[in-house]
């Protein structure tokens, strides 16, 4: 049997992990940046602890309710964003994360302060999952979420998504539907958030709007900037230092959002491409190794 903290830290590791991804999906490909991922982090939270606790719905069928939510807002969220860009459009996310934190805060439909509770354990034929369960199934949903981030970026959407991130002016010029990929970037990236949040309240139990402030969007944006934009294994492993090192550095408990600042400061001054982005010293260094070669093709071999 796994310890019971071992498991909360990998549980806590997958959560980070999608959450992660969901930046690194708007902003490391689509170039979109975002600062209120914890906003629709929240709304899948929420939509999950409504659809059980107020309507007494299957926690299963929280799953497309807390995506669907956090998609529709995102969908609305992208509208927006095709008139702003850059320093703009990172304003407008960051004040969304406040007026989101603002309607749970004073919504009583959503417990207001106090949050909600009761939230149940996901259930297999009435029968709740263990701990260990529940982190085989948030395993399982990362790994998927990877599979389908994975076929998006090698797909026609990835290569218009880097064709907009590098220079959007000449992608519209080439034929890109520059509004369709940019909306279609934000209901991904927001699906991805909500879909944590739903993992997250089924997990915690208990939520208050205090869980989705905007510093936990900063925290989102340092976990895939220190693993490295543009890549799937950036976020991974961003959020894989960012949720164990702390366990680790308890003694700084009360000063990690300096902490988490200065790191992100240190890496876009020294290493703007995260540890191990595709142009990044170490990743450069790790395949420059000959076990990552690719062995030439002889002709003999092609004939």
Same mark, same amino acid.
């Given at each position: 049997?796994?310890?019971?903290?071992?498991?909360?830290?990998?549980?806590?590791?997958?959560?980070?992990?999608?959450?992660? $991804?969901?930046?690194?999906?708007? =902003?490391?490909?689509?170039?979109?940046?975002?600062?209120?991922?914890?906003?629709?982090?929240?709304?899948?939270?929420?939509?999950?602890?409504?659809?059980? =606790?107020?309507?007494?719905?299957?926690?299963?069928?929280?799953?497309?309710?807390?995506?669907?939510?956090?998609?529709?807002?995102?969908?609305?969220?992208?509208?927006?964003?095709?008139?702003?860009? #850059?320093?703009?459009?990172?304003?407008? @996310?960051?004040?969304?994360?406040?007026?989101? &934190?603002?309607?749970? !805060?004073?919504?009583?439909?959503?417990?207001?302060?106090?949050?909600?509770? #009761?939230?149940?354990?996901?259930?297999?034929?009435?029968?709740?999952?263990?701990?260990?369960?529940?982190?085989?199934?948030?395993?399982?949903?990362?790994?998927?979420?990877?599979?389908?981030? /994975? /076929?998006?970026?090698?797909? /026609? &959407?990835?290569?218009?998504?880097?064709?907009?991130?590098?220079?959007?002016?000449?992608?519209?010029?080439?034929?890109?539907?520059?509004?369709?990929?940019?909306?279609?970037?934000?209901?991904?990236?927001?699906?991805?958030?909500?879909?944590?949040?739903?993992?997250?309240?089924?997990?915690?139990?208990?939520? =208050?709007?205090?869980?989705?402030?905007?510093?936990?969007? @900063?925290?989102?944006?340092? !976990?895939? &900037?220190?693993?490295?934009?543009?890549?799937?294994?950036?976020? &991974? %492993?961003?959020?894989?230092? $960012?949720?164990?090192?702390?366990?680790?550095?308890?003694?700084?408990?009360?000063?990690?959002?300096?902490?988490?600042?200065?790191?992100?400061?240190?890496? $876009?001054?020294?290493?703007?491409?995260?540890?191990?982005?595709?142009? *990044?010293?170490?990743?450069?260094? %790790? =395949?420059?190794?000959?076990?990552?070669?690719?062995?030439?093709? *002889?002709?003999?071999?092609?004939?």
């Amino acid at each position: 049997m796994i310890p019971t903290y071992y498991i909360t830290v990998m549980t806590f590791v997958c959560i980070n992990i999608l959450l992660s $991804l969901s930046v690194g999906v708007l =902003t490391g490909y689509a170039g979109q940046i975002s600062l209120g991922q914890a906003a629709f982090m929240g709304i899948g939270a929420y939509t999950a602890a409504f659809v059980t =606790t107020k309507m007494g719905l299957s926690c299963w069928l929280g799953i497309p309710c807390s995506v669907f939510a956090a998609a529709i807002v995102g969908f609305g969220l992208g509208l927006i964003s095709l008139r702003l860009k #850059d320093d703009f459009l990172a304003i407008a @996310t960051m004040g969304f994360n406040f007026v989101v &934190v603002g309607v749970l !805060l004073y919504a009583p439909m959503f417990g207001r302060a106090l949050g909600m509770g #009761d939230i149940p354990m996901l259930s297999f034929f009435d029968n709740p999952l263990s701990r260990e369960a529940f982190l085989g199934f948030c395993v399982a949903s990362v790994v998927v979420v990877i599979l389908v981030v /994975w /076929w998006l970026q090698r797909s /026609w &959407v990835g290569l218009a998504w880097r064709a907009i991130r590098e220079v959007q002016e000449v992608a519209e010029v080439m034929g890109v539907n520059i509004t369709k990929y940019k909306i279609f970037a934000f209901v991904v990236s927001t699906a991805i958030a909500g879909f944590s949040g739903y993992l997250y309240a089924h997990f915690v139990l208990f939520i =208050t709007p205090y869980d989705f402030v905007f510093t936990n969007s @900063t925290f989102a944006v340092t !976990l895939a &900037v220190l693993g490295g934009m543009g890549t799937i294994r950036g976020p &991974v %492993l961003g959020a894989i230092i $960012l949720t164990v090192l702390p366990e680790y550095l308890r003694f700084i408990q009360d000063y990690r959002m300096l902490t988490y600042g200065l790191l992100l400061v240190v890496i $876009l001054l020294f290493q703007p491409e995260g540890l191990i982005g595709n142009k *990044s010293f170490l990743w450069r260094h %790790l =395949t420059g190794l000959r076990i990552f070669r690719r062995k030439p093709v *002889s002709v003999e071999a092609t004939q």
